[in-house]
């Protein structure tokens, strides 16, 4: 058991679960302010990860464990993550304008499931101030990846435009970005996974970023890949239109998968709650979402997972059924920051006696 699940975790579980959240958040940001803190993050959680990179797009993903949307939404954290060994960070959700998101009480764990439902509505400081922080933000060879979305009052017809926006003022910081049309606490804001909606979605976003490429081609830019974030309660039938569509627009990847609305997933303590739930009990859905996905995409189409990650095996199933790199959140709930290099250096162990399997003939 490490320190933090035997020390730490018990203190901020005594919390409730948004106010230790933004403890942490406001006690990694003093942290990393302090000169030395990082870099002795790096000494501590430095790995072998010259095995485990990898490369897509002109991006260079140190290693494919990663951050995903929604733990650091308004990029505060970045350096830490960095430091910490993380291949990649993913901001957001973040919206064009600052907005509060949805009432507390609104984040609930689950302990006895290691899950955690939330039904926070995208709360963002808005994507000026994100792009500012993120500008003068240190993330050593860490990807940055910047998840959006539409604001709460932005009607439906509009949401379009509110994603182009976001990512018009945060292309000069970003180095990929996300498409969220998946997270249940926004409303109507699924109906955009259709395959109707998704298409003209997908369209204008695809033609808004090749005119930030094409005016930022100074030989230098490079161009920014678009993914897209799906539900995990999608049927098999909607995850072959969602890549057919992503395929027919253009787009780069697809993160799978968002929270899940699935009742089934639910036990007494977490039924009558609202919102989306992360965790181990969403597991599952995103393996066969990963290899479902796969089966049906070429082989440069980005798959990332995200869901129910807690040990290196969960992140070698996911690596196994097709996804090129995995993300973090409940995990880091329940585990503690140390999962990161942790799942680094289990996976250089792993591959490293995989290649001397082969090597060896066995």
Known sequence: MSLYEAVLRPLLFRLEAE?????????????QAVPGVLAAVRAMSRAPRERIGFDWRGLRFPSPI?????????GRMVPFFAALGAGFVEVGTVTPRPQPGNPRPRVFRVPSDEAVINRLGF????????????????????VLGINVGMN????????????????????????????????????GLTSLQSRPLLAALLRALGERIRELDARNSNGVARPRPLLVKISPDLADRELDDVAEVSLQQGVDGIVATNTST??????????????GLSGRPVFPKVLRAVSHLRRNVPDDFLILGVGGVFSIDDAWSLLRAGANAVQLYTGLVYRGPGLIPELNRALAERLGSESALRNSGA
Do not use: W
């Open 152 to 187: 709460a009052t932005t009607p439906l017809e509009q949401a379009a435009e509110d994603y182009a926006t976001c990512i018009e003022r945060l292309y000069p910081v970003a180095d990929y970005f996300v498409v969220n049309v998946s997270s249940p606490n926004t409303q």
């Open 66 to 74: 990663g951050v995903a949307a929604g733990l650091d939404k308004n």
């Open 123 to 142: 709360p963002s400081e808005g994507a000026d101030r994100v792009a500012a922080r993120l500008a003068a933000a240190s993330r050593g060879d860490a």
């Open 262 to 275: 699935d009742s089934m997933l639910r036990n007494a303590a977490s039924a009558p709650l609202g919102g």
């Open 19 to 31: 106010a230790a959240h933004y403890l942490t958040v406001r006690s990694v940001e003093a942290l």
